[in-house]
């Protein structure tokens, strides 16, 4: 596997590939990965000729400095784990190489009404960074194909509509979530539970499967409170958002036929630890 560091040895390897007719698949992740992310790599890995996963704790998604600060960084654990799914190069640039500018960039991208809910409401600036990062990446990666998760539903209809808005020739791949036995949702910001905190996180993913089963039974604002409900109860939980909404538009639903695919999406603070999740109501 080749381990690339600078924009330009990332260019170079794709554009020998892409002289050799090769197609691309290219899995982008901030690394201390997990089989979420080795889903996707194992995807690509199916479907392309060659893969290439890049690893980077994107600074400017995070509106939290000590969300920052504490989140896992294992480069060597994900080489290996990278090296033996089949992954052909993994790109691991500083963070100077991705903003020689600084920080603070210029890019101001515009997602209309899905920015204005959900993740976007409580983490500001979180999915223009979001943006910023992937746009860079896929004019370097030029991917055939780049492969996201379904846990991070609001992400996923983010880099679409980028795509679609600035014509990029990819096509965007969504990926099932993976989940611990228990249920709960695979992050790399497990790691950081304590033993009772990632008990009781399970009842994240409990909660919105039972919740599914109320679909047409009872009505959905009954519904986002009995989730609401539940999860609070659970002592170390607190819920920040749960919200049903269209799969297609991400805004609220009043009734279960004013979509043709709801999601039901939630963010849940786990003592110092904020987890997502989604799962398709219908
Ligand atoms: P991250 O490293 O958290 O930025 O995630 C990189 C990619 O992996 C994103 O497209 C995520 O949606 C995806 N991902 C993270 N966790 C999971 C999971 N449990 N199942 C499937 N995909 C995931």
Redesign the pocket.
């Known amino acids: 596997m080749n381990v690339l560091k600078t924009c330009e040895d990332l260019r170079k390897y794709v554009e020998a590939h892409s002289v050799a007719g090769n197609t691309i698949g290219f899995?982008?992740?901030?690394?201390?990965l997990?089989n979420?992310?080795l889903?996707?790599l194992t995807r690509s890995v199916k479907e392309n000729d060659v893969s290439i996963v890049s690893v980077f704790v994107n600074p400017i998604q995070f509106n939290n400095k000590e969300d920052l600060r504490m989140y896992p960084r294992t480069l060597d654990k994900d080489i290996t784990l990278l090296e033996s799914a089949g992954c052909n190069a993994v790109f691991v640039p500083e963070v100077a190489e991705m903003y020689p500018e600084g920080e603070i960039v210029a890019e101001k991208y515009d997602f209309g009404s899905l920015e204005t809910v959900m993740e976007a409401k409580f983490r500001p600036g979180h999915f223009n960074g979001v943006a910023v990062v992937v746009k860079r990446l896929f004019d370097i990666a030029k991917p055939t194909r780049a492969?996201?998760?379904?846990?991070?539903f609001q992400?996923?209809a983010i880099i679409k509509s980028l795509v679609n808005q600035y014509d990029i020739p990819v096509e965007i791949v969504s990926?099932?979530?993976?989940?611990e036995e228990d249920g709960l949702?695979?992050?790399?910001r497990n790691v950081r539970l304590k033993a009772d905190e990632r008990k009781q996180a399970a009842r994240i993913s409990h909660t919105l499967f039972d919740a599914v089963q109320y679909v047409n039974k009872k009505s959905v604002d009954e519904v986002r409170k009995f989730v609401i409900n539940a999860i609070n109860s659970v002592p170390l939980l607190s819920v920040e958002y749960f919200d049903l909404v269209d799969a297609a538009t991400l805004q609220s639903i009043d009734k279960w036929d004013d979509a043709e695919s709801v999601v039901g999406c939630i963010a849940v603070n786990v003592g110092e630890v904020r987890l997502i999740d989604a799962v398709l109501f219908l």
Request: aromatic share 8%; net charge neutral; glycine share 10%.
């Open positions: 899995v982008p992740t901030m690394g201390a997990h979420g992310h889903s996707l492969y996201f998760g379904l846990k991070d992400q996923l990926c099932e979530i993976v989940r949702a695979m992050s790399s």
